[in-house]
Nanobody, 112 residues
Framework: EVQLVQSGGGLVQPGGSLRLSCAAS????????MSWVRQAPGKGLEWVSDINSGGNIRTYADSVKGRFTISRDNAKNTLYLEMNSLKPEDTAVYYC?????RGQGTQVTVSS
C-alpha cells in the first residue's frame, strides 16, 4: 500500500521550533520529488517547500524562506521539515505529499 505517515507537530509559542516527519512506504521513495504543503483555517492549500529526489535541490515559499528547512533521508524513506522562528501565521495543518499520494496531515499551532 502506498502510504505517507506523518508525525510531529503540536502547540508551540511564537519564536519556537518544531520538526515534522513523513515516513513513506509502498513505493520507491528515492525516485520522487517530495513536498510540504499547508492549509490554514478557512484558507486553501499553500505550497511550502519541495525537495528533489536526490535531496540536493530545495525550494521554499517566500513566507518560510530562511526559517524552514526541508530534508530527506532516502535510506530511511523519510521526509522532514524543520521549522524555526515560528509565527502565529504558520498555524495550519501540514501535509507531506508527492505526485501519487499525500500524508494524513498534522496540526501545527503557534500561539502564546
Amino acid at each position: 500500500e502506498v502510504q505517507l505517515v506523518q508525525s510531529g507537530g503540536g502547540l508551540v509559542q511564537p519564536g519556537g521550533s518544531l520538526r515534522l516527519s513523513c515516513a513513506a512506504s509502498g513505493f520507491i521513495f528515492s525516485s520522487y520529488t517530495m513536498s510540504w504543503v499547508r492549509q490554514a483555517p478557512g484558507k486553501g492549500l499553500e505550497w511550502v517547500s519541495d525537495i528533489n529526489s536526490g535531496g540536493n535541490i530545495r525550494t521554499y515559499a517566500d513566507s518560510v524562506k530562511g526559517r524552514f528547512t526541508i530534508s530527506r533521508d532516502n535510506a530511511k524513506n523519510t521526509l522532514y521539515l524543520e521549522m524555526n522562528s515560528l509565527k502565529p501565521e504558520d498555524t495550519a495543518v501540514y501535509y507531506c505529499k508527492n505526485s501519487i499520494t499525500r500524508g494524513q496531515g498534522t496540526q501545527v499551532t503557534v500561539s502564546s
